[in-house]
Nanobody, 117 residues
Framework: QVQLVESGGGLVQAGGSLRLSCAAS????????MNWYRQAPGKQRELVAG????????ITADSVKGRFTISRDNAKNIANLQINSLKPEDTAVYYC??????????WGQGTQVTVSS
């Protein structure tokens, strides 16, 4: 059974930082690219950062570039998202995604990030 479990969300003041983690089980973690998406109320889910299976390549959405950093530890089956200089518009549910193919991808249950001004 595949499980992706996110943690690290919470309520934080603007300008603060959070580190989200995604612990994977039931998959060969090193075969999957890992992505972080977010979905704010009334908005579509958007990709904020991704990292290749080897960790050699990362992508970051322009809207969060310079503030969000994705990383992974293939030995521990964990993907992380470091979020700095948080803004109220970063408020959303953040989802972890493991992607190998369009048919072979999995989602976590999400973790809420709320940024107060």
């Amino acid at each position: 059974q595949v499980q992706l479990v996110e943690s690290g969300g919470g309520l934080v003041q603007a300008g603060g930082s959070l580190r989200l983690s995604c612990a994977a089980s039931g998959i060969t973690f090193s075969n999957y690219a890992m992505n972080w998406y977010r979905q704010a109320p009334g908005k579509q889910r958007e990709l904020v950062a991704g990292i290749a299976s080897s960790g050699a390549v990362t992508i970051t959405a322009d809207s969060v570039k310079g503030r969000f950093t994705i990383s992974r530890d293939n030995a521990k089956n964990i993907a992380n998202l470091q979020i700095n200089s948080l803004k109220p518009e970063d408020t959303a549910v953040y989802y972890c995604n493991a992607h190998r193919t369009m048919r072979e991808q999995y989602w976590g249950q999400g973790t809420q990030v709320t940024v107060s001004s």
